[in-house]
């Protein structure tokens, strides 16, 4: 009996840790940059990614990067990057709008002037924005 139930916890455990493995194999990892300034921006910047269905975010204060891994089947990189800019931060797909950078603490106004790359608003294809 002990065997039998040895077994099954054994084929239990290798079930689950090759859908832990198959689940990582979706995972697509990318970076880009985002704007900001301090360790306020990086939590909002983020908390923006993961909310927008990243399932890892890591900004980098110096280098001014976002490395994040999402499910390329649930969320795109260019949901994630429009979920940042409409927190209020430009980064290389949308350039946040006014009232969202205004929105900012004071420490967290970065020179918007820099480059970003992104060009498009985030506001263009949402109709309750425009």
Not at 93 to 104: C, F, M, T
Request: charged fraction near 30%; charge should be positive; include cysteine.
């Amino acid at each position: 009996m002990k065997k039998i139930a040895f077994f099954l916890f054994s084929a239990l455990f290798a079930q689950a840790a090759f859908a832990q493995t198959a689940a990582n194999d979706k995972l697509k990892d990318t970076e880009f940059k985002v704007l900001g300034n301090c360790g306020m921006c990086k939590k909002t910047i983020e908390k923006a990614a993961v909310s927008a269905g990243a399932t890892t975010a890591n900004w980098d204060v110096k280098t001014d990067l976002l490395a994040v891994s999402f499910d390329a089947k649930k969320v795109s990189k260019d949901a994630i990057q429009k979920a940042v800019a409409l927190a209020g931060y430009d980064n290389a797909g949308y350039k946040a709008d006014d009232e969202a950078y205004n929105k900012l603490h004071g420490c967290c106004k970065y020179d918007r002037t820099g480059e970003a790359g992104g060009t498009k608003s985030c506001t263009a294809d949402d109709p309750e924005k425009q």
